[in-house]
């Protein structure tokens, strides 16, 4: 196992807990004390970890940052669980799909166990370990984890993404503008969805009436670009003339 993906199991077990003793999380990740130790004083360099006396947890910044993506998943969950349950309808099984790190992708999970070879391929920490709970295949790209969003950016991400390709993309953003353009206060995640749709069949927004007449600072595409945009209410006219 690389450092990256034991780095990743160490991050989906602390969002998961409070603290870990370093004994037990070597244990779980079947290394030895002296592999975890060198592991831990990496991340603990990166300010992602803090070790005191046997014990590790996340950093007061990812603490603040996770805390920040669980408010995030509570906000709108009427309108995002209408959204999610539109969505899966896209989806069949042995479907290969591509999803972002937005907590209305997020909302999708808890739907997906009725299907059956799935394969999800995601940047996003938070999505991978919920799938993994559900038994569902998927992968991470890995990369440096963004700010606020339990998101892989960066070039490590783009060049995984380069390896598949998928049947259907679902990903979201900040804001729908009156023009039609899909807007992010974040522009390397914006530079993983725009990716991901080169390696997509169908790419599916999903946005919530509350990001509608929204501007923010990055593009990320024109509504022409994609194939379907779901949201819980019916879009304005204004919108949906520029849908191909």
């Given amino acids: ?31 030895s004390v002296s592999t975890l130790r ?17 014990i590790c947890k996340l950093s007061r910044k990812l603490r603040e940052e996770r805390d920040s993506f669980e408010l995030r998943e509570q906000q709108f969950n009427s309108a995002k669980l ?15 799909i591509m999803m972002d790190g937005s907590s209305t992708v997020y909302s999708m999970i808890h739907l997906l166990e009725d299907y059956k070879d799935l394969l999800i391929i995601t940047n996003n920490a938070k999505v991978s370990f919920a799938l993994g709970t559900m038994k569902i295949y998927n992968i991470s790209t890995g990369g440096h984890m963004a700010k606020n969003t339990f998101s892989y950016v960066g070039q490590e991400a783009i060049n995984a993404i380069k390896n598949y390709n998928a049947d259907v ?27 991901m ?48």
């Fill in 197 to 244: 749709m080169k390696y997509a069949k169908k790419r599916v927004a999903l946005i919530d009436s509350s990001k509608i007449g929204k501007k923010y600072l990055y593009n990320l595409c024109h509504i022409s670009e994609i194939d379907e945009i779901i949201c819980e209410e019916e879009l304005p006219d204004y919108i949906t003339k520029y849908m191909r």
């Fill in 169 to 195: 993309m679902f990903f979201s953003c900040k804001g729908l503008t009156n023009e039609g353009y899909l807007t992010d206060t974040f522009r390397e995640e914006n530079d993983i969805r725009r990716e």
């Fill in 1 to 31: 196992m690389s450092f990256n993906d034991r780095e990743q199991k160490i991050l989906n077990i602390l969002y998961e807990k409070p603290f870990v003793r370093s004994s037990d999380l070597a244990k779980m990740l079947y290394v």
């Fill in 82 to 96: 209408k959204i999610a349950k539109q969505a899966i309808r896209l989806i069949k099984n042995g479907d290969n």
């Fill in 38 to 54: 060198r592991d831990l004083e990496k991340l603990e360099k990166k300010d992602i970890i803090v070790k005191e006396h046997g």
